[in-house]
């Protein structure tokens, strides 16, 4: 029993953390948030890609914050997915696909290539509006792309950072898809 508990408490924990991110205010509406979790230390590429996709995007471009968590920890990726406060996720593969399975990723079918970007098609959930009169969303499964794979991005090439695990994701509480469309654009061309 006892281990039973201490089994939960980081999930505990986490859920706390859920609810208490749930009453912080919204973020600015000019900034672009980019959550980068790889199982090595993608931090060593943070600023130079900060600054290459600003001059990619040029004046047009919002204010772009990169956030890289140093060390691969499921509880803090879990925490940063359910807080809604990034716009596009670099993650590794398998927790990509057990996250779009409820729906955790937007399809990217109408901007990229499926046939291209071949690893990142999987069936994964798809938020489908209830029938009228009746409340809430279901998720369907649907075979799309969902993850761009980083190794195939030309802006991590040039980077000399070549993960061939980590895939790039639209969260679905993206604060603007395409805005996401055009970074993830921006980091493949």
């Known amino acids: 029993m006892r281990a039973g508990i201490k089994w939960l408490s980081p999930w505990i924990i986490g859920m706390l953390a859920l609810a208490l991110l749930a009453g912080c205010g919204e973020r600015d509406k000019d900034s672009f948030s980019i959550f980068i979790m790889d ?13 290459k996709l600003k001059d990619k995007l040029g004046g047009q471009a919002p204010n772009i914050e990169i956030s890289v968590s140093p060390l691969y920890n499921q509880q803090k990726l879990v925490v940063e997915y359910a807080a809604g406060e990034h716009d596009l996720f670099l993650l590794p ?12 990723n937007l399809p990217l079918d109408d901007a990229f290539d499926k046939k291209t970007y071949a690893r990142g098609v999987f069936e994964g959930g798809v938020f489908e509006k209830k029938g009228q009169g009746e409340e809430g969303t279901d998720v369907i499964k649907e075979t799309h792309l969902y993850g761009i794979p980083v190794e195939q991005m030309k802006m991590f090439k040039d980077l000399k950072y070549n993960s061939k695990t980590l895939f790039a994701t639209v969260p679905p509480r993206t604060s603007n898809k395409d805005e996401a469309i055009k970074v993830l654009k921006a980091l493949t061309e």
Not at 39 to 51: P, W, Y
Not at 94 to 104: A, H, T
């Open 39 to 51: 199982k090595g230390d993608a931090s060593v590429v943070r600023d130079e890609l900060t600054q």
């Open 93 to 104: 593969e398998e927790d990509m696909k057990l996250y779009g399975q409820n729906g955790s």
